[in-house]
């Protein structure tokens, strides 16, 4: 994962939630994420693209991309 953020840190934004804080509960709930790791991919417009549970494949990131 780093080093996909590493090498595209123009083009994504990443952001990783503790989900056990108060606000790491609350963006579980309102994106109903049920395991961990879950990464969820949106567009530039905050429209979810697709998610991925457990490992995260990076060529599908990269694909993901305009």
Do not use: C
Not at 8 to 22: F, R, S
Not at 31 to 39: G, K, L
Not at 43 to 60: F, H, Q, T, V
């Amino acid at each position: 994962m780093n080093g996909l953020q590493s090498e595209l840190e123009e083009q994504l934004n990443i952001i990783k939630v503790d989900i056990y804080t108060a606000s790491g509960r609350e963006l579980t709930a309102e994106f109903n994420s049920v395991a961990t790791p879950t990464f969820i991919f949106f567009d530039a417009s905050g429209n979810e693209i697709w998610r991925s549970i457990g490992s995260l494949d990076p060529d599908r990131v990269r694909d993901s991309l305009p």
